[in-house]
């Protein structure tokens, strides 16, 4: 499915540009539940709409099914406990994985030894990953066995009415948000089964499309939170990560931890999304014009509307051929406390 991504809309150009290029007539359906409690809050963006939203409430949805069944209520915050359990535990394996890698990575001797022990490391971390993932999968799976949720009434009756008004629009866009309760609220409703084209979707909407959810957080000045992966997507546009705010968010400077992140996730494209940014996902290689990504040494690449280019170096090579080592200076690993 051909998707497009915008980048974090602080500044509305690009998503009324696109509204009016790709959905010209016609009304928009339009997720926004990654705002919570903000979601009515809706009069800005269906006026980038063009006075043409129809905002299918997701939120508000899920929030009277908590409220109307003390049964699904109580499900549903077990479930938040024992997700946010599993990901604590999980971030505290990931910390020790990458702190072992980096320690190793800061070796001066034998480069070969170094880079067959990185490579190794980096390996266990998709591990790691994978098992995660799948724990994860596995409590929600549960989830929604226990709580029959395809056959309550009351989520049949708004998966109903969400069908048609889908059916009905000229197209969908998914804002951003709250990445967990926005992913949680696609699967509750079931708009998988629903969403067709064209789609315009921004930071965490596109997260969430994606193949994987990977959380990363901002610059510190005890260190840095580690890329953590959330959850499986939707996987509308698979071969694709999305990571909002690079600039802000990732340690841009570094392109041994950028190295780190794109061979960890190798079998995707890490697609930078900085503000203004617009790319039209068509699941081809190399990336359409606009985006940006990283390569497995670090290094920043752009696809102009002529050429691919390099915008930052990555880890330069030793003189054995092999990744440098690490400065013995470079930002420090730090655990998360949240």
């Not at 998914?174 to 629903?194: C, E, N, W």
């Not at 965490?204 to 610059?219: E, I, N, P, Y």
């Not at 503000?275 to 690449?301: E, H, I, K, N, Y």
């Amino acid at each position: 499915m051909d998707v497009t991504v915008l980048g974090p809309q602080r500044r509305t150009t690009a998503t009324r540009t696109a509204v009016a290029e790709l959905i010209p007539t016609g009304s928009v359906a339009t997720v926004n539940a990654g705002w919570r409690e903000r979601e009515s809050a809706d009069t800005e963006l269906g006026e980038v709409l063009g006075g043409r939203m129809v905002n299918l409430r997701l939120y508000q949805r899920w929030q009277e099914l908590v409220n109307e069944d003390p049964d699904y209520a109580a499900a549903e915050r077990g479930l938040t406990e024992l997700l946010e359990e599993q990901q604590t535990v999980y971030a505290q394996r990931l910390f020790h994985a990458v702190a072992a890698i980096e320690e190793v990575n800061r070796r001066d001797k034998m480069s070969t030894v170094r880079a067959a022990a990185v490579a190794d490391g980096i390996r266990a971390l998709r591990a790691l990953d994978t098992w995660h993932l799948a724990e994860v999968a596995s409590s929600r799976h549960r989830f929604y066995a226990e709580t029959s949720i395809g056959d309550r009434e009351s989520v049949r009756r708004h998966r109903l009415e969400l069908a048609e008004l889908v059916h009905d629009s000229a197209g969908l866009v998914i804002a951003g948000g709250h990445v967990g309760v926005l992913l949680h609220l696609l699967h509750v409703f079931g708009l998988v089964t629903m969403i067709k084209e064209p789609v315009i979707t921004w930071s965490a909407g596109a997260m969430a499309l994606s193949d994987r959810v990977v959380l990363f957080g901002t610059h510190r000045p005890a260190g840095r939170r580690l890329p953590e992966v959330w959850a499986e997507g939707l996987g509308v546009f698979p071969g694709a990560l999305v990571f909002p705010h690079p600039r802000h968010r990732l340690p841009m400077h570094d392109p041994y931890q950028l190295a780190l992140l794109a061979r960890r996730f190798k079998s995707w494209s890490c697609l930078l999304f900085d503000d203004g940014a617009r790319v039209d996902l068509t699941g081809s290689w190399p990336p359409p014009v606009g985006a940006r990504w990283l390569t497995r040494d670090g290094a920043v690449w752009a696809r102009t509307e002529d050429h691919i280019v390099e915008e930052r170096a990555g880890v330069p090579f030793d003189e054995s051929g092999h990744p440098a080592r690490r400065p013995i200076d470079a930002d420090v690993v730090t655990a998360r406390t949240a």
